[in-house]
Every structure is written in structure tokens, then in C-alpha cells.
């Protein structure tokens, strides 16, 4: 990083500490050249995800409209709102430690099947027939024996 003052390139850290959080450290440095001080932080960053539709189109990822397919899938079934939560938490932490600022929906379509699988058998098939786009009944048929040769 730059010496703020004259834009040299070269600079010596005088001290580094974490802070009480724990989540970000901060680091006194010295320009090598004109011996000016400053300050830098290193923190986590979590930018935004974008998915990327089927059609190409970029959206930014949204945590409430994840967790609303989740909840529509466990409609009537007794998967109770803090696991369709920890459901969501769970997508969102394997997207963030990816690395990857761009998914497609089919990925999170796929991680989304994969937590409600855990939950719930009926939620699982409702989401799955609506993901996988069903226009056949043998193809809703064939997930349903899927799940049961898993047992
Ligand atoms: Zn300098």
C-alpha cells in the first residue's frame, strides 16, 4: 500500500494488534521514504453475491427471497421457522467462504435442496418440483423414488 503523503511504495509496519472484537486487525505503518505515519485496518469482506439467472440476467443475492422459497416449501409441515433460518445461514456461509461473487440460481437451487432434504421430505419434493420444473409426472415420480432408495 501506498504512502498516503508522498505515494511511495514501500512502507514498515510498527505495530500490529487485533482488536477486541477479535475481527479486525489494525496496523500502525511508516513510509520507508519520508517517514510519514499512518494507519491501516484489515477487515473481513463480504461483498455482494450476484446471482445469475437462467435467462443471463444479474441479480443481487437476497437473503429474504431464500429464505421465502424456503418457507413456502415448509408450508403445513412442522419444520419450524428457526431451522428454515439456520437453513438459510447455512446457504449464505457456503456461498461466502466460495469466495465466488457470482452464482447461478441453479447452484443456490441445488443448495437450497440440499438443506431441505435434512428438513423435510414434503418440503424437499415441493421445492424440487418447483426447481427442477416438473412438466412430467414421471420426472416428479423418479425424485420421490430418489429419496426413498437414499433411506
Ligand atoms: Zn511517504
Given at each position: 500500500?501506498k504512502c498516503p503523503y508522498?505515494?511511495?511504495?514501500?512502507?514498515?509496519?510498527?505495530?500490529?494488534?487485533?482488536?477486541?472484537?477479535?475481527?479486525?486487525?489494525?496496523?500502525?505503518?511508516?513510509?520507508?521514504?519520508?517517514?510519514?505515519?499512518?494507519?491501516?485496518?484489515?477487515?473481513?469482506?463480504?461483498?455482494?453475491?450476484?446471482v445469475i439467472k437462467k435467462?443471463?440476467?444479474?441479480?443481487?443475492?437476497?437473503?429474504?427471497?431464500?429464505?421465502?422459497?424456503?418457507?413456502?416449501?415448509?408450508?403445513?409441515?412442522?419444520?419450524?421457522?428457526?431451522?428454515?433460518?439456520?437453513?438459510?445461514?447455512?446457504?449464505?456461509?457456503?456461498?461466502?467462504?466460495?469466495?465466488?461473487?457470482?452464482?447461478?440460481?441453479?447452484?443456490?437451487?441445488?443448495?437450497?435442496?440440499?438443506?431441505?432434504?435434512?428438513?423435510?421430505?414434503?418440503?424437499?419434493?415441493?421445492?424440487?418440483?418447483?426447481?427442477?420444473?416438473?412438466?412430467?409426472?414421471?420426472?416428479?415420480?423418479?425424485?420421490?423414488?430418489?429419496?426413498?432408495?437414499?433411506?
Open positions: 500500500m508522498c505515494g511511495f511504495e514501500e512502507t514498515r509496519v510498527l505495530d500490529s494488534r487485533v482488536d477486541s472484537s477479535g475481527f479486525t486487525v489494525r496496523r500502525r505503518r511508516e513510509c520507508l521514504k519520508c517517514k510519514g505515519r499512518f494507519t491501516t485496518y484489515e477487515r473481513y469482506e463480504f461483498g455482494p453475491i450476484f435467462d443471463g440476467r444479474r441479480e443481487k443475492f437476497d437473503r429474504e427471497k431464500i429464505l421465502k422459497g424456503i418457507m413456502k416449501a415448509c408450508e403445513k409441515t412442522p419444520v419450524s421457522l428457526e431451522d428454515m433460518e439456520k437453513a438459510v445461514d447455512t446457504i449464505v456461509n457456503i456461498l461466502q467462504k466460495s469466495g465466488n461473487l457470482e452464482v447461478s440460481s441453479t447452484e443456490i437451487g441445488k443448495l437450497v435442496m440440499e438443506q431441505l432434504k435434512g428438513l423435510n421430505e414434503v418440503a424437499y419434493v415441493r421445492f424440487a418440483s418447483v426447481y427442477k420444473d416438473f412438466r412430467e409426472i414421471d420426472q416428479f415420480l423418479e425424485v420421490v423414488k430418489e429419496l426413498k432408495n437414499e433411506k
